[in-house]
């Protein structure tokens, strides 16, 4: 990683931030780089982190309680399209239409 930070620096980019995935070994990279690199923030990588965020949100009550309720609005709107089916191909029929089938 230092020689990829030396390569850009000689071509004039301008390094803010570094991020890597949360190994042990990239911890004490990030140490060791700090040191030799101080205007570079060496970050690890939060996917890990947001995935564990969402799991939790997932599992929560009223998360839960909220898809039951979708579920069950979904499930009801399915349910009564086999009474709105026969109503519309009568209505296209009258129409003119082809009803799909």
């Known amino acids: 990683m230092e020689g990829l ?3 850009l620096s000689q071509k004039e980019w ?5 991020i ?3 190994a042990g070994q990239c ?3 990030h140490r060791i ?10 970050g690890k990588c939060f996917a890990h ?4 965020l969402v799991k939790a949100v997932l599992k929560t009550l009223s998360f839960c309680k909220v898809a039951d309720e ?14 709105w089916l026969p109503r519309m191909e009568l209505d296209a029929r009258l129409l ?3 009803a799909p089938s």
């Open 70 to 83: 979708a579920s069950s609005a979904v499930n009801a709107l399915n349910a009564s399209s086999s009474k």
């Open 33 to 42: 780089l700090a040191l030799r690199w101080p205007n570079i923030y060496f």
């Open 49 to 52: 982190d947001i995935n564990n």
């Open 20 to 22: 890597t995935d949360g």
């Open 5 to 7: 930070i030396v390569n």
């Open 14 to 18: 301008v390094i803010g931030y570094a």
């Open 96 to 98: 003119g239409f082809t």
């Open 27 to 29: 911890g004490r990279a």
